[in-house]
C-alpha cells in the first residue's frame, strides 16, 4: 500500500513549463511502476507517461512525445513529470499512480493506488 500526493501544478501561458511531482509515503516505493494520468473536463481520463521499477522501460502518449518526460527518484520515493511547450490542450487534472508489480502501463486499471490529482490550466 501507497499513499500518493501530487504537486506542482498551476496556472501558466502557452509555451511554459511545469514539473509535477508525485511524491509516495510508505515502503518499497522503488518497486513501483509509476504512471502520470490526467482527465480534463469533460472527457475520460487519458494516459500522459509511465516509468517501470527500475526506469528502465518509458512510455508517453502521442500527444505529449517530445514535449513531457517522466522520471524517478526512488531515493526520495517521489516521481516527477517535466512538462514542457505546454498547450492549451494539456489544461487537465494529473493524476499520479502506482503499481505495485512494477511494470510500466497505459491503462489506468492495471494501477493500484491514485493520488488525488493537481491541476494544470494553461492559458492561450
Known amino acids: 500500500q501507497v499513499q500518493l500526493v501530487e504537486s506542482g501544478g498551476g496556472l501558466v501561458q502557452a509555451g511554459d513549463s511545469l514539473r509535477l511531482s508525485c511524491a509516495a509515503s510508505g515502503r518499497s516505493f522503488s518497486s513501483y511502476g509509476m504512471g502520470w494520468f490526467r482527465q480534463a473536463p469533460g472527457k475520460e481520463r487519458e494516459f500522459v507517461a509511465a516509468?517501470?521499477?527500475?526506469?528502465?522501460?518509458?512510455y508517453y502518449t502521442d500527444s505529449v512525445k517530445g514535449r513531457f518526460t517522466i522520471s524517478r527518484n526512488n531515493a526520495k520515493n517521489t516521481a516527477y513529470l517535466q512538462m514542457n511547450s505546454l498547450k492549451p490542450e494539456d489544461t487537465a487534472v494529473y493524476y499520479c499512480?502506482?503499481?505495485?508489480?512494477?511494470?510500466?502501463?497505459?491503462?489506468?486499471?492495471?494501477?493500484?493506488?491514485w493520488g488525488q490529482g493537481t491541476q494544470v490550466t494553461v492559458s492561450s
Open positions: 499512480a502506482a503499481d505495485n508489480l512494477g511494470g510500466a502501463h497505459s491503462r489506468a486499471p492495471e494501477y493500484d493506488y
Open positions: 516509468i517501470s521499477w527500475s526506469g528502465g522501460r518509458l
